[in-house]
């Protein structure tokens, strides 16, 4: 059985890649129109667009912590540093300040960027601007010169300020809103000048359009910056003037805060001066009303002499019992008195025999003995001279009776004293523990506040130091140089053409292709 020839025969709605290649090449005239077409005027865009120039400068921006720099830098050379929050440094916040309103402010009023020349294209130099004001103005201005030298003045959409006047006299001074023009009264001055005027924001824009501040590759702490004019002096010009401002801004900066940082470290060390002062004065008046010079070394002194005094307490306890257990059995011997020869055996307690009176009254008593006893033999009891012997030894041994009697007393008047003096050292000894603590205390202030005050006239020397010897952190490495007139950044004539014969094709080919289809639905 035979296949339906319908499914033999390819179908006139569907052609092959061949015959559909061959069916567009027929269309070659609508195709070859729409190239031409394409590419004449990306050739014609390409010639007749007005050049930019490019200049570029390279920094080195150095870390504020030195050596954490170094580290940051190499944490941030990992890879998956920036997920880990390690990407972002102080160089980006750099970065940021080079990109910042401000400085893009400080050019466009330095150079009047408000004022786009448009003919001739090197009219910038003819002219003398100045921003004066607020950059509200805008619209297009043209100025043909007159036979006196001066300008007719055509303004065209103007807006944002009071239009400017009809004439401009010769070596006058036009105002624009926050702008004063002048054009230099010169022979060779053009004898048309057109000029944009441009609103603040308007020409912010176009400076953030075509300025680039971008770190280096590498995690380096280079930074480029640059920028893209139609005039190459301008584009070179402004990108001196936003590293000089930023630098001179950093700069200064750095100075106050270095500044300010020396004179606030000065301030604290001068108040802590005066807590030393304070802490020294009050230890010393405690030493003085406490009578407190080095408490260890007084308490060691306090007990030394207890233990002095006790063991005299004890040996002079020990002297008085023995001395009054000998009065006490030499007493009942003298029969009250009657028999003062027993009172001479008080001669020969060890503390009185080493007594010289005493040694001198028993040198005596054995004089006087021994006279009485020559006089015995040739004397009776009755002799005078013999009785006057006997009442002289009597009255010696009494003597004596009394000196032992008096040194007694002198031992018990010792021990009071002893005695007293041990109460006296124990209450100063109580106190001691309470005056060695303030003391201590009083001391760690002083050599707390001492030690704080010696950071800080360290501190204050390195800053100082630091103030003196600061280095410019902030290095040109390439500075901006003024492009070529035959080197514009844009347009490049055969980068531009090249891609402008690949989109004339490309749309050729896409035109040839839809025609095609189109006609195959109909």
Known sequence: MTAPASSQEPSLHDPSLRELSQRVARRWRPMLAVAVLIFGAVAAWTFTAAPRYLSAALLRIDSRSGAGGGMLDQLQSLPGASLAGLGKDELETEIGVLHSRHLADAAIDSFSLAVRVREPKDGRRFLELATVGELDAGGRLTLERAADGGYRVIADKWKGAPPP?????????????????????????????????????????????????????????????????????????????????????????????????????????????????????????????????????????????????????????????????????????????????????????????????????????????????????????????????????ADLERQLQRISDQYLEGLDQQLATASQQIRAIADTTRILPEQQMQYIRLVRDRTIASETYLLLLKQLKQAEIADAIRLQRIRIIDAPLVASADDPEFPKPLVQLVLGALIAAAAALGLGVFLELWSDRR
């Open 165 to 393: 006047p009809p004439v401009l006299a010769r070596g006058d001074t036009l105002r624009l809103g926050g702008l004063r023009l002048r054009v230099n009264p010169d022979s060779s001055a053009p004898t048309r000048i057109v000029l944009d005027i441009l609103p603040r924001y308007r020409i912010r824009a176009h400076v953030d359009k075509r300025m680039e501040v971008r770190r280096q590759d590498g995690g380096s702490r280079l930074v480029l910056v640059s920028f893209e004019d139609e005039d190459r002096h301008l584009a070179a010009a402004v990108v001196r003037q936003v590293i000089s401002q930023f630098m001179r801004e950093t700069e200064q900066r750095e100075s106050n805060d270095a500044t300010s940082q020396v004179s606030e470290l000065r301030q604290q060390a001068n108040d802590q001066k005066a807590r030393v002062r304070d802490a020294e004065e009050a230890l010393r008046q405690y030493q003085q009303s406490a009578q407190v010079l080095a408490p260890e070394e007084q308490a060691n002194q306090q007990v030394k002499r207890v233990a002095l005094l006790n063991a005299q307490v004890d040996a002079l306890t020990i002297e008085r019992r023995a001395l009054a257990q000998m009065i006490d059995l030499v007493r009942p011997r003298a029969q009250g008195g009657r028999e003062p020869g027993a009172y001479r055996q008080l001669a020969t307690f060890p503390s009185l025999i080493a007594n010289k009176g005493i040694q001198d009254l028993l040198n005596s008593l054995i004089t006087l003995e021994n006279k009485r006893a020559e006089l015995a033999v040739r004397r009776t009891e009755d002799n005078d001279e013999v009785r006057g012997l006997n009442q002289r030894i």
